[in-house]
């Protein structure tokens, strides 16, 4: 079965940095677009950026764009969510997704999501 697994999560001080990573199995990765998204509680999903499985373009939502890179390994399946310059407002589970779409945004969109990890902004 499909797996994906994020780690790399944790707590950091504000202006410090994380990198993300989630594995994923089961799956032709190379055919997928993989996103990644955050939630906070009593809060829905939201979406934070893509990496095309077609181009391997990549879309960010526009409060991370320029902090956070997104980019992908089709040799170790893996997709990874470089973080900077983070501000306590990025507290959050941070889920990775796989979609057979192109460019997808909405979380309906995607097939499979990971487990989460947990990310925390304090000093």
């Known amino acids: 079965q499909v797996q994906l697994v994020e780690s790399g999560g944790g707590l950091v001080q504000p202006g410090g940095s994380l990198r993300l990573s989630c594995a994923a199995s089961?799956?032709?990765?190379?055919?997928?677009?993989m996103g990644w998204f955050r939630q906070v509680p009593g809060k829905g999903l939201e979406f934070l950026a893509t990496s095309d499985y077609r181009d391997g373009r990549t879309n960010y939502r526009d409060s991370v764009r320029g902090r956070f890179t997104i980019s992908r390994d089709n040799v170790k399946n893996t997709v990874y969510l470089q973080m900077d310059s983070l501000k306590p407002e990025d507290t959050a589970v941070y889920s990775c997704?796989?979609?057979?779409?192109?460019?997808?945004?909405?979380?309906?969109?995607?097939?499979?999501w990971g487990q989460g990890t947990q990310v925390t902004v304090s000093s």
């Open positions: 997704a796989a979609s057979g779409r192109s460019r997808p945004t909405s979380s309906s969109e995607y097939s499979y």
């Open positions: 089961g799956l032709r990765f190379n055919l997928y677009t």
